[in-house]
Nanobody
């Protein structure tokens, strides 16, 4: 497993942008599919975005499609989530996750496929 540490969360006004980063440790990071999930108060954790180990394929939740972009730099063992046009409903704790499994639309949305998780970073969208 890899160790994951998120950063970049904070308070932003509606319509603003944030970029989250997730730094991984270990030589196997580049072989891991990486994902972002979020959990708002009183709600279940939900899938946000995922990227194949090579970066060649991505998936997004419908709620963030066109606004969020996931990317990775395997040389830096880092995955990013660029969030634009933020809305109050994007307010949540955002978690980075990594795993090794067949990368498909049906598998990336299941958090149990990700064996490594970060501690989370708070994103608050409010005026």
């Amino acid at each position: 497993q890899v160790q994951l540490v998120e950063s970049g969360g904070g308070l932003v006004q509606p319509g603003g942008s944030l970029r989250l980063s997730c730094a991984g440790s270990g030589r196997t990071f580049s072989s891991y599919a990486m994902g972002w999930f979020r959990q708002a108060p009183g709600k279940e954790r939900e899938f946000v975005a995922a990227i194949r180990w090579s970066g060649s394929s991505t998936y997004y939740a419908d709620s963030v499609k066109g606004r969020f972009t996931i990317s990775r730099d395997n040389a830096k063992n880092t995955v990013y989530l660029q969030m634009n046009s933020l809305k109050p409903e994007d307010t949540a704790v955002y978690y980075c996750a990594g795993g090794q499994f067949p990368f498909r639309s049906s598998t990336v949305v299941d958090g149990t496929n990700f064996g490594s998780w970060g501690q989370g970073t708070q994103v608050t969208v409010s005026s």
